[in-house]
C-alpha cells in the first residue's frame, strides 16, 4: 500500500475515534470520567454511558459506514456518480412498510422488520421490472428505480394525511432519520463487518468492471454474476441501515466523494475508507442532533441534509 493512502486510512481510523470519544463525552448530562469508571454498575452518569450513549455512538457509526459502503457501490455499478443507496427506491418501500406499522399501533422492533420487509419489497419490484439480463442495461435500472420511487413517495404522502394527530409526529421523525429507538448496534455493526469484507473480497473484480464491462469480459471476469451480487449487498447494506435508524440522506452519497478525494479509485482503498468516512460523518451529525438543543432532539436526517448540501456543492466546485 502506498504510504500517503497508509497516513490517510490511519487519519481516518483516527477520526473514527475521535468521533466515537466525543459522541460519548458530549449530552445534556455532565459525566465526571473518574467517577464514570470506578463507581459501582448503578451509578447514573455510568448507566447514562453505557446503556445511552455508548450504543447509540455505535449504531450511529454502522449505519453510517453502511450507508457509504452502499453508496460507494452503487456509484460504480451504475458508473454514476450522482448515485446514492436509495437510487433504486428502496428508501421509498422501507417507509411504507415502518408508516403502516406505526399506524397498525406496532412499536420497536416489529417497525423495524416490517421496514425491511418494504425495502426488501422494493428491491425485489425494481429488479423484476427492470427485465431479464438480455434486457437489461443500467439506464433501465435506474428508471425503473425512479419510478418506484416515485410510487411509494407518494404513498408515503397519502399515509401522512390519513394518520392521527397522536402518530404523526412518530412518522416524520422516522421518516427524517432518527437513532434514538435504535436499540442495540449489534446487527448494524455485524452487516457492516460481513459486507465490507465481502466488498474487499470483490474489489479487485470492481476495479476491473470501473474500465467497462467489455474489457472486463475480456479479462476474465464473470460480470454478470458480479453485478448481481454487488447489486445484492449495495441493497442489502441500505436496507439494514435504514431498518436500524430511518431513511438518512446524504451520508451514501457524500461519503463516497470524499473518500475518493483523499484515496484516489482504487476499491480497495476507496471501500474501507468511504465506510470510515461514512461513519464519521453520522457520527458527528447524531452527536449535534442531541446536543444542539438538548434536551430536545432533532431528527439527524435533517442535520445531515443541511450540512450535505453545501459541502457537496464545494466538492463540485472543485470538480
Known sequence: MPRAATVRLSALLLATLASLALALAAGSVPLDWATVWHSSGDDLQRRVLLELR???????????????LSGALMQILLRNPLADPYVLGLSGGAAVGALLAILAGAVGAWVSASAFGGALASIVLVFALAG??????????????????????????????LAPETQLRGMVFWLLGDLGSTGTPALPLIVLALALAFALAMARNLNVLAQGEIVAQSLGVPVKRVRRLLYFLASACAAAA???????????LLAPHLARLALGNDQRLLLPAAALSGGVLLTLADTAARTVAAPAQLPVGALTAALGVPLFLYLLSRR
Open 242 to 252: 435504514v431498518t436500524a435508524a430511518g431513511a438518512i440522506g446524504f451520508i451514501g
Open 132 to 161: 431479464s439480463d438480455r434486457s437489461f442495461t443500467h439506464a433501465r435500472l435506474l428508471l425503473t428505480g425512479v419510478v418506484i420511487a416515485a410510487g411509494w413517495g407518494a404513498m408515503v404522502a397519502l399515509l401522512l394525511a
Open 54 to 68: 455508548l450504543p447509540r455512538a455505535l449504531a450511529a457509526f454502522a449505519v453510517g459506514a453502511l450507508l457509504a
